[in-house]
């Protein structure tokens, strides 16, 4: 079945460094990949996504590119800020017998240290 | 704001009650979602549906129980709190397309003691 697994965290970095996060996926078809941001203490949301293979998705200085011959959806930032800090999870939708089910990772907690 | 609204934010029930979340979306979304998120895993999904009237099970649906009478409104009822059942619970709206995404509540924190 589909799948999506995120490098497990958690990840500590300094104000300004670069960040990736690793993500691939499984599935069957073509899925759509997304990012989702987790603050603490609230609800997840949408950071970015992408459609079709060699999209960029990009928001708020995060991009992520869909890559199919790696099947690999990883999401880097060049300059991470204090307020970054959250969890991250990764996610793709893909259509199953009519409808649209979505598929989770697991989350990757992101520390950044002033 | 429109999104999606989920109360209560916080409940502590004994083991064996029975409560409702509320969710309720201002979006016109076909579909919404109910998750629960155990510490420091992923999202599971309990319950979905795809419109009113229409609802269909997850990945882990027992003990709970859903109902769709309109587009707006989609309530999670727990009949006989468990402890297993401790968990922080997110109802999401979505349109029915593959790259629309999810808009999420900000979720009910709930403990059975």
């Known amino acids: 079945g589909d799948s999506v697994t995120q490098m497990e965290g958690p990840v500590t970095l300094s104000e300004e460094a670069f960040l990736t996060i690793n993500c691939t996926y499984t599935?069957?078809?073509?899925?759509?990949l997304f990012w989702y941001v987790q603050y603490p203490g609230e609800g997840l949301q949408l950071l970015l996504k992408?459609?079709?293979?060699?999209d960029k998705g990009s928001n708020k200085g995060f991009e992520a590119t869909y890559r199919k011959e790696t099947t690999s959806f990883h999401l880097e930032k060049g300059s991470v800020q204090v307020s970054d800090s959250a969890v991250y999870f990764c996610?793709?939708?893909?259509?199953?017998?009519?409808?649209?089910?979505?598929?989770f990772g697991t989350g990757t907690r992101l520390k950044v240290l002033a | 704001n429109a999104g999606v609204t989920q109360t209560p934010k916080f409940r502590i029930l004994k083991i064996g009650q029975s409560m409702t979340l509320q969710c309720a979306q201002d979006?016109?979304?076909?579909?919404m979602y109910w998750y629960r998120q155990d510490p420091g895993m992923g999202l599971k999904l309990i319950y979905y549906?795809?419109?009113?009237?229409?609802?269909d099970k997850g990945e882990v649906p027992n003990g709970y129980n859903v109902s769709r009478s309109t587009t707006e409104d989609f309530p999670l009822r727990l009949e006989l709190a468990a402890p297993s059942q401790t968990s922080v619970y997110f109802c999401?709206?979505?349109?029915?397309?593959?790259?629309?995404?999810?808009?999420f509540g900000s979720g009910t924190r709930l403990t059975v003691v």
């Open positions: 999401a709206s979505s349109y029915n397309r593959e790259d629309y995404g999810y808009t």
């Open positions: 599935a069957t078809g073509y899925p759509s």
């Open positions: 992408a459609t079709k293979a060699d």
């Open positions: 996610a793709l939708s893909s259509p199953t017998s009519g409808t649209y089910k979505y598929i």
């Open positions: 979006m016109n979304h076909n579909y």
């Open positions: 549906s795809v419109g009113a009237g229409i609802t």
